[in-house]
């Protein structure tokens, strides 16, 4: 959660022009519009010596290290790169106080509502096989994302890639989550605790799918678990993926390999049911296709061999002509 008065702070209403010099570095970073914020603090894009970079400046200095520890962390996760680079830390010295803020790779992209305006039903599943995929990787660093939602997340590409753009809300595993939305939050719907594990991580990641499916969400209701099953069987996009999603709501996946392995098989078999259509249809055209083909081979091959005869028995003549 944040903090009520979070919006009328002077980080997260930076002017647009306006300039941050670090106080150790003294690189300078012009403001050109707030592209979010959260509990500790707020993200801007600006523009600097390293080209246009993401910058997030905050009030608690320890909250930032925290987060720039993890930055740090991502970059040597097994050699992948979970979120964006990381650019620089400084310090931003004002007449009313220091605020600590670091600077890092800028991902462009769409967010993933703009992308799944003008795609098909089926990225959802897509992309979030991607995203257990790296959650499955963080979670093995001994990390929980915590705040996960579709603010935090980008599609960058082609081609098409899940990106993580905020690491405010990752907290180290059997820790309290130090950072939610209710909407993604199992604790908000009684399915669960905020201890930082990977079942947290899962039903936030089945509620960013129910989320796109249902833009402008919703509150709980007296029976969470009926209204869950109803806004799945209500929604075409949702409901192919019924089973994965409630086992998520539930808490009965150990890790995000299982989740994701159950659905990569079930986009397999949804791929397969429409194969024997595309199946019929070649072998309706491929043999005929294959028979002339063949023919005209045949037939190129009958009429080479007739020349090649007649040359050789002109050549033939020619030759007795000669000799006579």
């Known amino acids: 959660m944040m903090p009520q008065d979070i919006r009328t702070s002077p980080v997260c209403n930076l002017a647009v022009g306006e300039e941050i ?35 997030k400046i905050g009030h608690d200095q320890m909250s930032i290290t925290s987060e720039v520890n993890v930055l740090k962390r991502f970059s040597k996760v097994q050699g992948k790169v979970l979120g964006p680079s990381l650019i620089d830390v ?19 992209g769409e967010t993933l509502f703009d992308f799944m305006k003008t795609r098909s039903p089926e990225w959802a599943g897509i992309l979030l096989v991607q995203l257990l995929t790296d959650l499955h990787t963080l979670h093995q660093a001994g990390w929980a994302f915590g705040d996960l939602k579709p ?64 833009p402008s969400r919703f509150t709980k209701a007296s029976d969470p678990d009926k209204q869950m099953q109803a806004k ?25 390999e299982e989740m994701r392995n159950e659905l990569v098989l079930l986009l397999n078999a949804k791929e397969k049911g429409k194969t024997p259509l595309k199946k019929s249809r070649t072998a309706i055209q491929k043999p005929a296709t294959r028979q002339a083909q063949k023919k005209k081979q045949s037939s190129f091959l009958t009429e080479t061999l007739l020349v090649f005869t007649f040359v050789f028995i002109v050549y033939l003549f020619y030759m007795l002509g000669q000799t006579m």
Request: no cysteine; hydrophobic share 35%; aromatic share 16%.
């Open 232 to 256: 799945i069987a209500g929604s075409p996009m949702l409901k192919p993926y019924a089973s994965i999603l409630e086992k998520a709501w539930n808490g009965k996946y150990r890790n995000a």
């Open 21 to 55: 010099r670090g106080k150790w570095s003294h690189y300078r970073y012009r403001i050109r519009r707030r592209l979010g914020y959260g509990a500790t603090g707020a993200v801007y894009l600006a523009d600097s010596d390293h080209g246009v970079v993401a910058l």
């Open 151 to 214: 603010d935090n997340l980008l599609v960058t590409g082609p081609p098409f890639r899940i990106r993580w753009i905020d690491v405010g809300g990752t907290t180290i595993m059997d820790r309290s989550i130090k950072e939610y939305t209710e909407f993604y939050d199992r604790g908000y719907w009684g399915k669960g605790t905020r201890k930082a594990e990977p079942s947290y991580d899962l039903f936030s990641a089945g509620m960013v799918m129910v989320n796109l499916a249902y």
């Open 90 to 108: 400084d310090d931003w010295l004002t007449r009313n106080g220091t605020y600590p803020f670091y600077v890092m790779e800028y991902l462009k």
